[in-house]
């Protein structure tokens, strides 16, 4: 069975760090971008970052730039988020996604972890 | 660039046409994509490149448009189908949503 799921979440202060992580399995982790998506509570969904199949390559959200970092490890089957310098604006469920490709675009997420729930607060 | 849903919310009987609309703020060609998202849980994926179904979704679901006007359909509304959609575009960077329509029952 194809599935993603995240762990990581929890309670932070502001200004403090968290790591978020998604597992992956029933496909090839590794020839698929990755993404993270973020939803704060009664909000819209929001994109926040991908990442390139090998990991060379990642796009961040203006609302994250220079505060977090997206990565993966392959062999681990593992997409990460670190978040830095954590503010309340960032209290969120926070989802990892696959990015599809249809003859090499990639035009939409197919699949979805059932996300894990950040809360900075004091 | 910006995505904007109209209506924000509706409220619809089973059986009923249902319509939303999607709004670029510059073209996107068809990188459109639809879904939908259920209290508490993940968005699953309906449509994407504005008019292909993704495999598995009711027939009931179509989509339409390019450039800047897109549309998502459900034909026939059943009990099922009460959620907040969401439209996303995979033109550029970055990936920007729409703000969401929720779908009430009458």
């Known amino acids: 069975e194809v599935q993603l799921v995240e762990s990581g979440g929890g309670l932070v202060q502001p200004g403090g760090s968290l790591r978020l992580s998604c597992a992956a399995s029933?496909?090839?982790?590794?020839?698929?971008?990755m993404s993270w998506v973020r939803q704060a509570p009664g909000k819209r969904l929001e994109w926040v970052a991908n990442?390139?199949?090998?990991?060379?390559?990642?796009v961040y959200g203006d609302s994250v730039k220079g505060r977090f970092t997206i990565s993966r490890d392959n062999a681990k089957n593992l997409l990460h988020l670190q978040m830095n310098s954590l503010s309340a604006e960032d209290t969120a469920v926070y989802y990892c996604?696959?990015?599809?490709?249809?003859?090499?675009?990639?035009?939409?997420?197919?699949?979805w972890g059932p996300g894990t729930m950040v809360t900075v607060s004091s | 660039i910006q995505l904007t849903q109209s209506p924000s919310s509706l409220s619809a009987s089973v059986g009923d046409r249902v319509t939303i609309t999607c709004r670029a703020s510059?073209?996107?060609?068809?990188?459109l994509t639809w879904y939908q998202q259920k209290p508490g849980k993940a968005p699953q994926l309906l449509i994407y490149?504005?008019?292909t179904l993704q495999s598995g979704v009711p027939s009931r679901f179509s989509g339409s448009g390019s450039g800047t006007d897109f549309t998502l359909t459900i034909s026939s509304l059943q009990p099922e189908d009460f959620a907040t959609y969401y439209c996303?575009?995979?033109?550029?960077?970055?990936?920007?949503f729409g703000q969401g329509t929720k779908v009430e029952i009458k």
């Open positions: 029933g496909f090839t982790f590794s020839s698929y971008w």
């Open positions: 510059q073209d996107i060609s068809s990188y």
């Open positions: 996604s696959r990015e599809k490709e249809t003859r090499g675009w990639r035009d939409a997420s197919d699949i």
């Open positions: 490149g504005a008019s």
């Open positions: 990442i390139y199949h090998d990991g060379s390559v990642g």
């Open positions: 996303q575009q995979f033109n550029s960077y970055p990936r920007t």
